[in-house]
């Protein structure tokens, strides 16, 4: 709940309404739970870089695991 009022107010600042959907459990685990309920058709993540020539763990694992086209960014 706390998370939500937070950033419902940094939504608030910025002028967004976009749609938050929180998640508990394993990453790329709730990511595809999210993407099948919300019967989404593109996913779109942001990742950082490890070392600069890798995806982190969890970019990968959402990628490979994903029911929909995810594009990476």
Same mark, same amino acid.
């Given at each position: 709940q706390a998370a939500n009022e937070r950033? *419902? !107010?940094?939504?608030s600042q910025? +002028?967004?309404h976009a749609e938050v959907v929180l998640e508990k459990g394993d990453?790329? +685990?709730?990511? *595809?739970a999210a993407v099948e309920r919300k019967h989404i058709d593109l996913l779109v993540i +942001? !990742? *950082?870089l490890i070392d600069g020539s890798r995806m982190p763990t969890n970019t990968y694992a959402i990628i490979r695991k994903s029911p929909c086209p995810v594009v990476s960014v």
């Open positions: 950033i *419902g !107010r940094m939504q910025l +002028g967004t990453v790329p +685990g709730a990511v *595809g +942001g !990742r *950082g």
